[in-house]
């Protein structure tokens, strides 16, 4: 039985899903901790709100929210230290590779939809040989509403030529899941990334969960 019969393009999100790249944002939080005296933490800490950016990173790192007087400042200052340091820790998930090269050798098309701004996705992507082959690389920044709303997973469908209901979508947060459906697309969630402050993934609503990337190969063989 065919679980995809109509696919023709893979589309992921980026951090948490195809890139680990919790241990480089830990990094920027945590050189401000240390500029400030505090004592440095480890990655562990901080990598269960990796997903959520500065945000995230802040909260932990300063039990800070987007309502503190100073957050717009030290958010600055995160984004700053993180750009100049996004892909020195950063890597691909195990058995990504070998998905994107099953994707490939069926001539399905893929790409990327995240939230994270074009400002870091851009050199991130950049840096990976992986992504040279992307047909659409959708950022937070590139269409007027970011996930959960479904325009940025149009935006990549209409990179790719293809209608959305064509694509599957993969993701580690609640959000990507509630993007995906609202386009029109088949989901899988991505246990083995960040999963969100809504981490309980059984109740996202997603066609399928794999707790691997090579959990995703079994899927699409049966594609």
């Not at 069926?106 to 040279?132: C, E, H, I």
């Amino acid at each position: 039985m065919q679980l995809f019969p109509n696919i023709a393009a893979v589309l992921f999100d980026l951090d948490g899903t195809l890139v680990d790249s919790a241990p480089d944002l830990g990094a920027a939080v945590d050189k401000m901790r240390v500029a400030r005296g505090l004592p440095s933490w480890p990655l562990e800490v901080y990598r269960p709100l990796a997903g959520a950016g500065a945000r995230g990173m802040l909260q932990i790192a300063f039990d800070m929210t987007p309502e503190h007087p100073e957050f717009i400042a030290m958010r600055d200052e995160f984004f700053d230290n993180y750009q100049n340091a996004l892909a020195v820790k950063s890597k691909l998930f195990d058995g990504v590779e070998d998905v994107i090269r099953h994707i490939e050798s069926r001539a399905w098309g893929w790409g990327v939809v995240t939230n994270k701004s074009s400002r870091f996705t851009d050199p991130m992507t950049q840096a990976m040989p992986l992504f040279k082959n992307a047909g659409a690389i959708v950022s937070g920044d590139t269409t007027p509403h970011a996930k959960p709303h479904p325009e940025p997973m149009f935006e990549a469908a209409r990179r790719l030529g293809l209608p959305p209901e064509v694509c599957l979508y993969v993701g580690d947060d609640e959000r990507d899941i509630v993007a995906g459906r609202a386009a029109g697309m088949k989901t899988v969630a991505a246990t083995y990334g960040y999963l969100g402050e809504k981490n309980d993934f059984t109740l996202w609503g997603a066609d399928f969960h794999i707790h691997a990337p090579k959990e995703l190969l079994q899927l699409l063989a049966k594609a």
